[in-house]
């Protein structure tokens, strides 16, 4: 079960919503405004990219109802409860400025879904404005969300004018191997007109860091049948391979050696990497 808290610069108030079964239930009913969504490591003491996170609330609203130093103190409090286990939290920030805290223990992606990947399909739903993370877009695509679950598809892809962009709750990137003999694969993903993801980053950097190039260039869709491996990124899992796009297998129908190294790589950098909620002083 999920719990919220509305936080304030002389309280922090607990608050009880009609459904509370999960984050995206509890955004529909609070305030519009603009969120981001993360998983605790380190026994709930650390986030990774947690500064990039805040920011993304920060920068659109003129007024918070308070400062970022004091939202992080508030956080680890309430983060207590759950350790040593962890979390998977949502701040949401409303266009007044008002702030609320959302949690449930984190649930771990089945071991199997990330051997043998997932399948997903395509929509044309697309976010008002990309670059925010709106509250308003979990009502826009309720929908969709609840059409994939009905069919067992673990996550819809958006598309414009017949480019792959992103997905609904991630961002996405492929691979194309263009010589298997010397030229080493290159690693593409969109870079406009999507939400530019905490984890999305952190995959570029890592795979930079491994000697994959990156070029920024949207899958398009009558193209599927040359891509030799596809994944989607986002907080809270991680890297999920994707073996399936509407009725296309990619690559061999399961998650690729570059797919399976950056995966490595990335499960590595997050132990080392991850923010302190509270800095060290």
């Known amino acids: 079960m999920s719990q919220t808290w509305k936080i304030t610069p002389t309280a922090t108030e607990e608050v009880n919503v009609s459904d509370m079964t999960s984050l995206d239930a509890i955004t529909r009913q609070l305030p519009d ?7 605790t490591f380190d026994g709930c003491t650390r986030v990774l990219g947690l500064t990039d996170h ?13 400062n970022e130093s004091f939202l992080r103190r508030q956080l680890l409090a309430l983060l207590k409860p759950y350790r040593p286990d962890e979390a998977r939290v949502r701040v949401m920030m409303t266009k007044q400025g ?41 009502a826009t695509s309720d929908s969709e969300r609840k059409h994939i679950a009905q069919e067992g ?3 819809a892809l958006l598309v414009k004018n017949g480019e792959i962009l992103e997905g609904m709750t991630s961002n996405f990137f492929y691979v194309v191997r263009r010589d298997a ?3 080493p694969p290159c690693l593409y993903t969109a870079r406009d007109n999507i939400l530019l993801g905490i984890t999305r980053k952190t995959v570029i950097e890592v795979a930079r860091g491994r000697g994959v190039e990156v070029k920024y260039e949207p899958l398009k869709q009558n193209r ?3 891509v030799d491996e596809a994944f989607i990124t986002s907080s809270s899992r991680g890297i999920v391979p994707v073996v399936k796009i509407d009725n296309v297998i990619i690559g061999q129908g399961s998650p690729g050696p570059v797919t399976k190294e950056l995966a490595a790589a990335y499960d ?14």
């Open 98 to 138: 008002q702030v609320y805290i959302a949690m449930e223990p984190l649930k771990m992606l089945r071991r199997e879904i990330y051997e043998s990947g997932v399948c997903v399909e395509t929509t044309d739903l697309l976010r008002d404005h990309p670059r925010l993370k709106s509250t308003s877009f979990i």
């Open 54 to 66: 805040l920011r993304r609330l920060y920068k659109p609203v003129p007024t918070p109802g308070v």
């Open 268 to 281: 590595h950098y997050v132990i080392e990497e991850a923010e302190r909620i509270l800095p060290v002083r």
């Open 181 to 183: 003999r010397s030229v």
């Open 224 to 226: 599927l049948a040359l």
């Open 33 to 39: 405004g603009y969120y981001s969504t993360f998983r």
């Open 153 to 155: 598809i673990f996550e």
